[in-house]
């Protein structure tokens, strides 16, 4: 098979995935509990992260790409697969009402239509994309990204009474 | 129908996968012109609502570029503004072939929460549901394909087996498609007494019609091997880098499932292989959703066994409030990798809700492999991806 996938024991390649992220880069946080090794980096690391995490450590596959709007700053969540049982969550914070953040299409190809639907639904533009367009939405005339806090809905509802 | 060795060697019945394109320059001398064309969104072979802007050279597609949206219901915007109980109807509309995995998953999520602990019986009768759940699916699926091809006969002899599996969940969750039978903290109602027996006995029957039905008739089949055999070839390498899971990435050969490597709830105990083909073509997609359905009546069969007892729903109290901070349940779903992540600011309703839905990635595909192919070839292709429209738009 051309592909190799990572092998051996699932605690020493968590502890491999975590000592090759601290060793190279400067994480603001890393933790790494039960199958999870979490990191949190600043956004301009954000793509060098990524770029350790395929090429060598062997991270194969990029699972998604969350975005949460805090309402001043948005979160984004890029959770990675070694494809073996661990998984690897890389988090960064955003600050501002627009949100810019370099792509990793280079890095994950199939970030190409996360990267869209993120920017459709959220307004954060990833820089150097090959084909920013909206994933969901109206190409023209729709000028709102619908996953943001300020889009209201009509039917808004609270359950502040209920029991 | 064909010897063995035919439909082993097959070489004189397939034909190159890639069409003649003709040279640009050539092109230009003669005043050739490529075309554009749309297909869909109303298109009865696009599994939905699907529209590709085809860029063609005669009858060779140089450029496909999928058009979604068509289908968007706004799942995760609607899923913020409701309490956590009341979402799990909304992701039983996400994936409508495979509705199980799709509640499976955000229950995982929050479960996760919540950290709760979910009785044994409860998570028994999730993976017994989640594995009918998936012949349901798998078993159309190749229904589809056949008929897209232009073979009538395979599509109805899986809506018949798809009706039967309708009926037993219809006894068990009292609806037929849309079930709402996963709750946070194990399922709605225990299994109705003479139910397991009656599983027991529709596996048996579908054992024995499944060899001739789906088997036998379409395998050796001359026009099925010529329309599937090295349509939408792709290698591994390629397979890893669209991200793709499920069928997809394990017709290239490349062994991952969430079951086996991200195992979750009763798939610990439960004994079955992980089915992967090398070839990465249509034909092998289909040899993929063969043997998976045949991996499922195993797995059903060893819970039907061993099925505990006890209680099938913990005590969550009645207003659900989980702590703080990121839940991510993550199911293998007919189509792939789902993965819900759910995102709790402590109150009644999610902060926010993420779907990964396996046809949303499993779809970019048809920008890379489709170039090069002839426009019919298409149809096998959505067939190897098998999406389905509400899944992708979400």
Redesign the interface.
């Known amino acids: ?3 190799t ?1 990572p092998e051996g024991n699932l605690e020493t390649r968590l502890s491999r995935y975590l000592d090759g992220f601290n060793n190279r880069h400067g994480l603001e946080e890393s933790s790494a509990e039960g ?1 999870l090794v979490l990191i949190v980096v600043k956004p301009q690391d954000l793509p060098a992260v990524l770029a350790t995490a395929r090429e060598t450590l062997g991270i ?5 790409i ?1 975005v ?2 805090r309402q001043g700053s948005f979160e984004l ?1 890029y ?1 990675l ?1 070694d ?3 661990a ?1 690897v ?1 890389v988090k960064t914070t955003l600050e501002g009402e627009e949100p810019v953040i370099d792509t990793v299409t280079g890095i ?7 990267e869209r ?1 993120a920017y459709d ?1 959220f307004g954060v533009a990833f820089k150097g994309h090959p084909d920013l367009r ?5 190409q023209d005339h729709f000028d709102h990204h ?2 943001l806090k300020s ?1 209201e ?1 009509s ?3 609270t ?1 502040e009474g ?2 | 129908m064909l010897s063995e060795e035919r439909r082993t060697e097959g070489t004189a019945l397939t034909r190159p996968a890639t069409g003649r394109l003709v040279d640009p320059d050539v092109r230009d001398e003669f005043g050739l012109e490529t075309i554009d064309m749309n297909m869909g969104p109303q298109h009865p072979a696009m599994h939905g609502l699907l529209r590709l802007i085809l860029e063609l050279d005669g009858e060779t597609v140089v450029r496909c570029d999928p058009v979604m949206g068509y289908l968007h219901r706004s799942k995760e915007k609607i899923s913020e503004n409701r309490m956590y109980p009341a979402v799990i109807p909304i992701t039983d509309r996400i994936d409508y072939m495979n509705n199980i995995a799709m509640e499976y998953g955000y229950c995982l999520a929050v479960e996760k929460l919540l950290d709760v602990e979910i009785p044994p019986r409860a998570d028994a009768i999730r993976a017994l549901m989640n594995e009918f759940g998936r012949i349901m699916s798998h078993i159309p699926s190749i229904g589809f394909l056949m008929l897209e091809l232009g073979a009538f006969t395979p599509i109805l002899y899986a809506f018949r087996e798809r009706e039967r599996i309708q009926s037993l969940f219809e006894a068990v969750t009292g609806a037929r498609m849309m079930f709402h039978y996963i709750r946070i903290g194990g399922v709605k109602a225990d299994l109705p007494e003479g139910i397991p027996e009656k599983m027991w006995s529709y596996l048996e029957g579908l054992e024995q019609r499944f060899e001739p039905d789906f088997v036998d008739l379409i395998e050796g089949n001359e026009i099925f091997i010529s329309r599937t055999r090295g349509v939408g070839k792709m290698t591994p390498e390629k397979a890893v880098e669209m991200g793709l899971t499920g069928v997809p990435l394990r017709c290239t050969g490349v062994e991952f499932d969430v079951r086996k490597h991200y195992p979750y709830g009763w798939y610990k105990n439960l004994d079955f292989d992980v089915i992967t083909d090398e070839a990465g073509d249509v034909e092998a997609s289909y040899r993929c959703r063969i043997g998976e359905v045949r991996q499922s009546i195993r797995m059903i069969k060893q819970i039907l066994e061993n099925l505990p007892e006890g209680e099938v729903l913990a005590d969550l109290g009645r207003r659900l409030r989980p702590n703080e901070g990121d839940g991510i349940g993550r199911v293998e779903s007919a189509r792939g990798e789902y993965a819900v992540h759910v995102v709790s600011d402590g109150s009644d309703t999610p902060y926010r809700v993420h779907y990964r839905t396996p046809c949303t990635v499993n779809m970019q595909l048809l920008q890379e492999i489709v170039p090069g192919h002839y426009l019919p070839d298409i149809m096998p292709i959505m067939g190897l991806i098998d999406p389905v429209s509400g899944a992708w738009d979400k």
């Open positions: 098979m051309a592909v996938l199958n194969l596959h990029l699972s998604f969350t949460v709007d969540t959770e697969l494809l073996r049982g998984q969550r994950y190809p199939t970030a190409n239509w996360h639907e639904m909206r994933l969901y939405m109206w619908p996953l889009f809905i039917t808004k509802r359950f209920l029991r």
